[in-house]
Every structure is written in structure tokens, then in C-alpha cells.
């Protein structure tokens, strides 16, 4: 059974920095691309970051470019999302996504599978 | 970067119903690279269509799938109480993917 979990949700203040962490199971990880979208009340669902399943390519939203980074650990079954000069947009619940192998590129993939998700809250 | 509208925003139906909910985009989708996902409270997405018309592994037969270009549809002929959530497109024929706002369906 595929299970995606994420950790390292929290408060924090804006400026500061959080690490997410997905570990993954019942699949070869370092088969599929992964991907982090967020979700917001007000903005709804937005894909955030995606890397490749070698952890070779990376692509971001805009407006998280040059204060995300994402990567992975193919040897933990683990993909990260460093997230650094965090602002008070960026509050949202954070979800881990594999990509439908096969179907979508890498920096645009359907989402077969789904983490429980981590929420992320910036203020001060 | 292709927006998607989702109309209407809320379906009030009851179980039994047939449910019809639309998603347009503002640029055609190649390949009608197009996805629906359904969201309860508290869970995260699941999908149910892909390919505009394919359904994912799983997924009942009642759930279906249509369109191309710019104007698809997802489609449950019969609601059964377990489908009443919100329901989201996703297009993934060009980067950036972009999701609609979410129609809710809601029980009568």
C-alpha cells in the first residue's frame, strides 16, 4: 500500500525557515517524480515544487523561487522541502504528491497519490 | 498560465441524482490533459479522472469523465452519500499545472 507522511509542520515567525519532510512506502521511490502543492482557504490548491525521480531536475512556482528548495534522499525513500524567508502567504497546508507514473511530465504531473498533509503557519 | 473555472460553485443534490460539474479553461489543453480530484473535509485530494476521461484505479463506474479543448465535464450518475465533498480540476498539459477553485456538492 502506497503511504506518503509528512513531518516538520510548525509555526513560525516570517523571515524564518522549516524543513518538510515526506517519507514514502509501498512503492519504488526512486522510480517516480514527487511533488509538493499547498492548499490555502483562500487561494485553494497550488503546486508548489517537483523533482524528478533522480532528484536531477527541480522546478518551483514563481513565487517561491529562490526561497524553496526541494530535493531528496532516495536511500530514506524521503523528499524534502526546505522552505527559507518564509512570508505570511506561504501559510497553508503543505501536501507530499506522487506523480502518476507515465502520465505528466515531470514539471507537470498528475497527482495519484496524496500525503495526510502538514500545515504551515507564518506569523508572528 | 491556463486558468480553470469550475461552475457552479455548489451543487445542492440528493442522493439518488445525477451530478454534473463543469471545468473550463482559458487556453485549449493539449492532449486533454485534464484531472478531477475529490477532496472530504479534513483528507487530502484523491484522484478520479485523468486523460479528461480515464478513471484511476479504484474508482467507481459512476464516476465518468468527458470533454476536450477548453469545456470538460465530470459526471456521477448516481450520488451515493459518500460522494457528497468538493471537487477539483486540474489541468497538467503545460507548466505551470493550475487547479480549479472546487465546486462543493452538497446534500440537499
Known amino acids: 500500500e502506497v503511504e506518503l507522511s509528512e513531518s516538520g509542520g510548525g509555526l513560525v515567525q516570517p523571515g524564518g525557515s522549516l524543513r518538510l519532510s515526506c517519507a514514502a512506502s509501498?512503492?519504488?521511490?526512486?522510480?517516480?517524480?514527487m511533488t509538493w502543492v499547498r492548499q490555502t482557504p483562500r487561494k485553494g490548491l497550488e503546486w508548489v515544487s517537483s523533482?524528478?525521480?533522480?532528484?536531477?531536475?527541480?522546478y518551483h512556482t514563481d513565487s517561491v523561487k529562490g526561497r524553496f528548495s526541494i530535493y531528496r534522499e532516495n536511500s530514506k525513500n524521503t523528499v524534502y522541502l526546505q522552505m527559507n524567508s518564509l512570508r505570511a502567504e506561504d501559510t497553508a497546508v503543505y501536501y507530499c504528491?506522487?506523480?502518476?507514473?507515465?502520465?505528466?511530465?515531470?514539471?507537470?504531473?498528475?497527482?495519484?497519490?496524496w500525503g495526510q498533509g502538514a500545515l504551515v503557519t507564518v506569523s508572528s | 498560465e491556463s486558468v480553470l473555472t469550475q461552475s457552479p460553485g455548489t451543487l445542492s443534490s440528493s442522493p439518488g441524482e445525477r451530478a454534473t460539474l463543469s471545468c473550463r479553461a482559458s487556453?485549449?489543453?493539449?492532449?486533454?490533459?485534464l484531472a478531477w480530484y475529490q477532496q472530504k473535509v479534513g483528507q487530502a485530494p484523491r484522484l478520479l479522472i485523468y486523460?479528461?476521461?480515464s478513471r484511476a484505479t479504484g474508482i467507481p463506474d459512476r464516476f465518468s469523465g468527458s470533454g476536450s479543448g477548453t469545456d470538460f465535464t465530470l459526471t456521477i450518475t448516481r450520488l451515493e452519500p459518500e460522494d457528497f465533498a468538493v471537487y477539483y480540476c486540474?489541468?497538467?498539459?503545460?507548466?505551470?499545472?493550475?487547479f480549479g477553485q472546487g465546486t462543493k456538492v452538497e446534500i440537499k
Open positions: 504528491a506522487r506523480k502518476f507514473y507515465g502520465i505528466g511530465a515531470d514539471a507537470s504531473p498528475v497527482f495519484e497519490y
Open positions: 487556453q485549449s489543453l493539449s492532449s486533454s490533459s
Open positions: 486540474q489541468q497538467y498539459g503545460s507548466s505551470p499545472v493550475t
Open positions: 509501498g512503492f519504488t521511490f526512486s522510480l517516480y517524480a
Open positions: 523533482i524528478s525521480s533522480s532528484g536531477d531536475n527541480t
Open positions: 486523460g479528461a476521461s
